[in-house]
Structures are given as C-alpha cells and as structure tokens.
C-alpha cells in the first residue's frame, strides 16, 4: 500500500474548493474564505487508513497552467468541484477538466477521479441525475459525493473516499460496464484460492475458510457468520457452494458482490496479504525477501520448509502412487505465471519406471534450486504461500545458509547436507553417462535421452554412515583453457576419463595439474567405461602412475553398460570424501576403497568416546554410590578391567590387521582380496 496520499482539488472558481479544505481542518465554516489555501498535511494517526494525507487547493487567480500541470502529474487522486447550483460549473466537469486531466497523464496510469457537489445546502434537489451519465461514460471516476462546506455535510467522507480511491482503487478490480471481475483480478483471487485449498478438494471448508479469514484479518469467523456467508452465496449462485464449502465461483462471486456494495477495502487487504500490489502483480518485497549469503557459504532448505514442500506434494498427488504425472505436476504449477520446471527435470532427478518425478525426485529439484539459485527458490515459495501457511514474515525463513567452508575444514566436520561434485573430462568421455547412472539409468536406458531433455546436473540422496545427505553433480562443459570459478568451487572433484580412448586421460591430467594440485578439494579419477577393453593413455604417465605420483586414490573403474540400475557405491564415496576432505590423501591401502582409512579411524574415535564415557561413568558412580563403599569398590575395579579389555581388544585388532594388510600387499591379486574394509573389521 502506498506511504502517503496526496489530494488535488480542481474546479471552476467560486464553487468552494478552498470552503472545503478550511471547514475540514476547523471543523466550522470560515467567515473569511482566502483565494488559497496552503497544502495540508494530515498526520496518519488521525486518518482511518493510517496513511499521511496532503490535499492541495488550486487558484486560477493565484496560480498558472504550467502550475497546474505540475500539481495534476504529482497527484494520486483528483477531486472535481462544482456548484450543485450552478449547471455551468457541472458542464465544465466534461468539457474542460476531465480531458485537460486526461491529456497531461498516462492512459496506462490515470490518477481516479472524483466528482464532488458542493453546497448542497443551497438547493433541494440532487444532481446525481446529471451526474450518473457521466459517471458511466468515464471509468476514471471512483465515485460522486455531494457536500457542503457551510453545514459539514460529507466533508470527512469527501476526504475519506478521496484517500479510498487511492488505496483501495476500484480500476484494477472491476469492469463496471460488464459488471464483472477483471481478468488480472480473477486470475490473482483464483491463485489466493488453490493456496488457500489445503487439501485441494476445489472446495474451501469451515476450517480453510477460517484459516483465509485469520490469515486475512486477524480473526476466525464465528459459526452463524460462516452459514450466512454461504446463504449468501446459495442465494445467487447455484454452484458456488459444495458439499457445504465455497467454490471457486463462490469466491469470486463473494469478492464482486464487496466491490458492487463499495468494500474494495475487503478484497484489497486479501491481495496484499498475499503479496499483490495496485497492479496486481506480485511485489518485490514478497517474492524476493533480503537474504544475507557470505562467501564460501551455501543454502538449503531447512527442516520446515521440507515438511511445507512434503504437504504440497502430498495435496497433489492425486492417485497416492508417490509419484507426480505430468497433469498433476501442471496442477501442482497452476498458482504460478509460468511453468518452472522444463522437460530436462526428468533427467535431473529421480524418476519411476513411466519417467514420472518421484517424491524424492520433487524435494532433490527443490534442494538443488536452493542451493544453485536461492533467490528463485525464495520466488518459487512465494508462489505457494509458504509465509502465508506458516505465518511466518517471509519466505527467507524456509533457508538454512550453512557456516564458512574454511570453518568446517579446520573444524574438520560439516553440519551441510548438499555437497557439490563437479565432473570433468574429456568430450566422449563418459561425464553424462556417469550422471544419469547417479539415477539409476543404465546406459540403453539414456540412449532414449532426448538430446534437448538432457540435463548438466544430476542430484539425489546417499547415506554416509547413516545420515541421509543429497550428492549434486555437475558436468562441466570440457573447455580446458578456462575455467570458470563456479566450475572450479566444488566440495569433490571427479575426473572422468574413456578407458578405450588413448587421448582421453590427458585432458583429466592437465587439469588436475593446472588446477587442483594445491587445492585442499578431494580429487577422484574416474575409469569410465570400464566393461571395454583398456587402451593404453597416450600420457607419459598411466592413470595408476599418476595417481601414485601425486597421492590420489587409484582410478576407480565405472561403467552404466549394465543389465540392471547401475552400481551406486562411488557415489557413496564421493560424498564421503565431500564431508570429510580431510582425510582424502590418507586412504593408499590395496582395497582401493576411499573411505577404508577414514572407517579405521572413524572406529578408532568411537573406542575412545566409548573409553571416556565410562571413565565418567566411573566418576559419577563413585560420588554417587559413597554410602556403599564396597559395592562401588567393586564397580569401579570392573569398569577399569573393562577400560583395560578394551585398550588390548585395539592393540590386538591393529596388530591382526597389519599383518593382513602386509599378506595381501604381497599376493599380486591382492586388490581383490579385501571388498570391503567394513568386513575386515
């Protein structure tokens, strides 16, 4: 709603313009009327929308036609008096001030006008007569109030519909002529509908109707003043009531019968608390709201904000199948001015067997959104009405924005739950095949991929020791000699090279060497393709060479040419490599495995928490238990016993392990040996 309203009075001289601005201010009509009166501002505590008010008066004797203009393009609403008993003054309304209005402002924004009788004290008759026809030829004219100056008659309400007319405009709203709802307004009040629609039935109940009027203005309706609304309705409109709840067509029919009875107010204060403004678009402030996001920091969706995007899945998944169609993702959309979401989703996320987005597909897109593009995530929940159903002051409150990654690096631990890999390699190498695999498409599954559906990202959950985490991957567009920081700002990096292809291992080298061999980002080299027949690298250093040159993990062979989803385990790895890149360097033992120094370690931090929290336990018992000395006696020598079996268990487990690393190090087939780390232990 706008800051302050500023109000024009023009007209013919003699018809009381100044009279009326004076008896408003000293309540009394003045015994000397000055040709002018100098602009007035109304404090917002004294007016009923809250709002400054300036009115400003206009002389012809005192003031030029270059004046005027100036005072017509700064107003916000014009009022037009005349004489109710001088028809001169009443015909100068259509011949003079109407078109000289017209011509100095914009068709797209004409200010209201408003068509003011004064001294109504003077005659008996109305002059609404003469005045209806012109209100019905102009559809600039909000209203016509006749007054008078001398009895206070109407003078509060002149100002009062001169400030409605400007806050609460009926132009945005209704079609006189049709006598009907606008388009942009039945397109806004429907919007406001479907969001109010909590279990999307097309039917708002008692409970949604209460929530909409809570929502709206601060309180429920009573139970008698809900069955007169719908009565009302019933009474008018056949179909605008269903099984005891509103329709669609009952709403809007309720919204035009407030604007016909003169309460825009009501239909306006239900579009700004949903975000409209005078135009009926959407403001800036609701769909955009201020987010603070230092660098090396990301955004996710917190834990609200999932059970809010859960609700809205489950109010459009129709047939419960846990999966959207493509008409219940349309419906899903229908609240926005557009479609978000293109074909190439389907090929970014999980999907089920007929290519349809799963539940988990739906909250991956809208955790990848969050954390690319916060500001069309924020825009996204602003469509749905996300502080609107759970009250909160803007959608800003659905975002986590995670610590400094330096933070989490020296700390060496990460609350996140996003991580990011960028994937690198040569053309043909194998990059898209290895993000489709991440879905569980093998590859005679993406060679139905439209080449305009195909995606650059792919993103889904795995499960690090337990916790759920979502792995984005993004393929880098091979372009060696620049890199952009965005390609480069990653938590893993993966290099993907053909196994079949002579040339391909080079590029992976030279980026690694040109990029991230000082980086603190884990690096993980890719065999892709790994069911065909390994050519040699046309590099002066084999893959493996290369890896043990600079401390990497060995290549890890992949291939999507399967029967079945391909296998999933180097994802898991890269995400653990995300977490924890402190230990990526440590992990040269011949299982290959990336998180086999890390699972060791990882045990051994857990035997130590386990070893203190006796000791404590210890402690605590022995203050506790003083009264029985011998029995706490007792229970303090088992639990240092135990301490101690536990320490020597350890030694022995490291002892056991170290001679079966040093057996398979000596077999030449020893990286076969040992398939899992967890097995050993």
Known sequence: MRKDVRILLVGEPKVGKTSLIMSLVSEEFPDEVPRRAEEITIPADVTPERVPTHIVDYSEAEQSDEQLYQEISKANVICIVYSVNNKKSIEKVTSHWIPLINDRTDKDSRVPLILVGNKSDLVEHSSMETILPIMNQYQDIETCVECSAKNLKNISELFYYAQKAVLHPTGPLYCPEEKELKTSCIKSLTRIFKVSDLDNDGILNDNELNFFQKTCFNMPLAPQALEDVKNVVRRNMGDGVKDNGLTLKGFLFLHTLFIQRGRHETTWTVLRRFGYDDDLELTQEYLYPMIKIPPDCTTELNHNAYLFLQSVFDKHDKDRDCALSPEEVKDLFKVFPYMPWGPDVNNTVCTNDQGWITYQGYLSQWTLTTYLDVQRSLEYLGYLGYSIIYEQES????????????????????????????????????????????????????????????????????????????????????????????????????????????????????????????????????????????????????????????????????????????????????????????????????????????????????????????????????????????????????????????????????ALLKQRLIASTSSPSSPNKIKNPRSVL
């Open 395 to 654: 959608q800003a409150a659905a975002m986590t924005v995670t610590r400094n990654k330096r933070i989490d690096l020296q700390k060496k631990q990460t609350q996140r739950s996003v991580f990011r890999c960028n994937i690198l390699g040569a053309r043909g190498s194998g990059k898209s095949g290895f993000l489709q695999a991440f879905l569980g498409k093998n590859l005679q599954h993406q060679r139905r991929i439209r080449e305009d559906h195909k995606s650059l990202y792919a993103i889904s959950t795995t499960y690090v020791y337990g916790q759920e985490k979502y792995l984005l991957l993004h393929e880098v567009m091979p372009d060696f000699d620049f890199l952009s920081e965005e390609d480069l700002a990653c938590d893993v990096v993966c290099l993907v090279y053909d196994i079949n292809s002579p040339d391909s291992f080079e590029y992976c080298a030279k980026v690694y060497k040109q990029y991230f061999i000082d980086s603190k980002t884990p690096c993980v080299l890719i065999a892709a393709k790994s069911d065909l027949h390994e050519i040699r690298q046309h590099y002066s250093l084999s893959p493996h060479e290369f890896c043990r040159k600079h401390k990497l993990h060995p290549p890890q062979p992949f291939t999507c040419n399967t029967t079945d989803a391909p296998n999933k385990d180097i994802y898991t790895r890269l995400t653990t490599m995300a977490m924890y890149p402190h230990a990526r360097h440590r992990c040269m033992c011949p299982c290959n495995r990336c998180t086999y120094c890390l699972c060791q370690k990882l045990l051994k931090l857990e035997l130590l928490r386990n070893i203190k929290a006796q000791l404590r336990r210890v402690v605590f018992n022995r203050h506790m238990a003083q009264a029985d000395l011998k029995n706490s006696t007792f229970w303090l020598r088992a639990s240092v016993g135990a301490t101690v079996f536990a320490v020597l268990g350890f030694a022995m487990y490291r």
